[in-house]
């Protein structure tokens, strides 16, 4: 898809007079430095390792694990070359970056129609791409295991997610000192997101990225600062343990108007998101629009 062109990037001269309030600004509102995207979805968007070497995401989630549920298991990374992935991603870890595999997406080729199907599902992902290695299961990444998994569910009944969860949060028992399954969620921002609602009420989500885009009720250029404040203290509300990131477009996309003006965003989004104790940080879809758009290398100083 085409970027629509619009300036994400304030004049250099209000880009130097703001950074100069940043320190007390982002002590005052909670900043965490945390800035979490999306990668796979654009061959064009570069590598895994140069996404990783920029020096501004904290961790990088690739999409999307999204064909499972029905015997079949596999993953659409949009054209990128997967002999070259497996390195990457332990290139991205030796830099203390952690990588997440996240699974569903906008296809319509995975759900979880029984328990059978998500105990399946769990053992495929952590046998093709965390620290199992049965014979005879492929794995796309090598020797690489992820760090932890990312549920976008956007298609199908809400079935069985919550098990799957605790099945992949259970291989952390085999190990001691250290947890090889992290949980992530990336939902809609109207709460509750009932597909992912069972899933998250197992309490074992460290991270819930809310996607606050592609939805006019919440997201800031339809809703305004109130529709997204609205659904963000339900977000974090509900799950105190979890942190709550707040979902960016890094740029527009043909036919949406959703990334957030930078200034609105450090005078106007932040500074209330931030007041919340779990606020965990800025979550942007996604690497390739945010190449284009530069758009992290100014959210990274204010997240």
Same mark, same amino acid.
């Given at each position: 898809?085409?970027?629509?062109?619009?300036?994400?990037?304030?004049?250099?001269?209000?880009?130097?007079?703001?950074?100069?309030?940043?320190?007390?600004?982002?002590?005052?509102?909670?900043?965490?430095?945390?800035?979490?995207?999306?990668?796979?979805?654009?061959?064009?968007?570069?590598?895994?390792?140069?996404?990783?070497?920029?020096?501004?995401?904290?961790?990088?989630?690739?999409?999307?694990?999204?064909?499972?549920?029905?015997?079949?298991?596999?993953?659409?990374?949009?054209?990128?070359?997967?002999?070259?992935?497996?390195?990457?991603?332990?290139?991205?870890?030796?830099?203390?970056?952690?990588?997440?595999?996240?699974?569903?997406?906008?296809?319509?080729?995975?759900?979880?129609?029984?328990?059978?199907?998500?105990?399946?599902?769990?053992?495929?992902?952590?046998?093709?791409?965390?620290?199992?290695?049965?014979?005879?299961?492929?794995?796309?990444?090598?020797?690489?295991?992820?760090?932890?998994?990312? #549920?976008?569910? $956007?298609?199908?009944?809400?079935?069985?997610?919550?098990? =799957? %969860?605790?099945?992949?949060?259970?291989? !952390? +028992?085999?190990?001691?000192?250290?947890?090889?399954?992290?949980?992530?969620?990336?939902?809609?921002?109207?709460?509750?997101?009932?597909?992912?609602?069972?899933?998250?009420?197992?309490?074992?989500?460290?991270?819930?990225?809310?996607? #606050?885009?592609? $939805?006019?009720?919440?997201?800031?250029?339809?809703?305004? =600062? %109130?529709?997204?404040?609205?659904?963000? !203290? +339900?977000?974090?509300?509900?799950?105190?343990?979890?942190?709550?990131?707040?979902?960016?477009?890094?740029?527009?996309?043909?036919?949406?108007?959703?990334?957030?003006?930078?200034?609105?965003?450090?005078?106007?989004?932040?500074?209330?998101?931030?007041?919340?104790?779990?606020?965990?940080?800025?979550?942007?879809?996604?690497?390739?629009?945010?190449?284009?758009?530069?758009?992290?290398?100014?959210?990274?100083?204010?997240?």
């Amino acid at each position: 898809m085409a970027l629509r062109r619009r300036s994400c990037l304030l004049p250099l001269a209000l880009l130097l007079l703001v950074s100069s309030c940043l320190a007390g600004a982002a002590t005052a509102t909670g900043k965490t430095g945390q800035l979490t995207v999306f990668w796979g979805r654009n061959k064009n968007e570069g590598t895994l390792k140069e996404t990783c070497d920029t020096g501004l995401y904290t961790s990088v989630v690739i999409s999307f694990y999204s064909v499972f549920g029905h015997g079949r298991y596999w993953g659409d990374l949009s054209g990128h070359d997967l002999r070259g992935i497996g390195a990457d991603i332990k290139h991205c870890q030796s830099k203390h970056i952690p990588v997440f595999l996240s699974i569903g997406g906008g296809g319509k080729d995975y759900s979880l129609p029984s328990s059978q199907s998500a105990a399946d599902v769990a053992d495929n992902i952590w046998n093709a791409h965390m620290d199992g290695r049965r014979q005879g299961v492929f794995r796309p990444f090598g020797d690489a295991a992820v760090d932890g998994i990312d #549920f976008f569910i $956007d298609q199908g009944a809400p079935d069985h997610y919550d098990e =799957l %969860a605790r099945k992949l949060y259970s291989y !952390n +028992k085999m190990y001691r000192g250290r947890t090889p399954v992290r949980l992530t969620a990336s939902p809609r921002c109207a709460y509750p997101d009932r597909r992912v609602e069972r899933a998250l009420q197992t309490g074992l989500f460290e991270r819930i990225h809310v996607r #606050f885009y592609d $939805d006019a009720k919440c997201s800031y250029n339809h809703g305004g =600062l %109130a529709g997204v404040m609205e659904q963000w !203290n +339900k977000w974090t509300a509900k799950y105190p343990n979890s942190h709550i990131y707040l979902g960016l477009a890094a740029a527009n996309v043909p036919g949406k108007n959703d990334n957030v003006f930078v200034k609105q965003l450090y005078y106007d989004l932040l500074p209330n998101v931030q007041k919340a104790r779990n606020y965990g940080g800025v979550m942007l879809w996604d690497r390739f629009y945010d190449k284009h758009s530069g758009y992290g290398k100014t959210v990274k100083y204010w997240a």
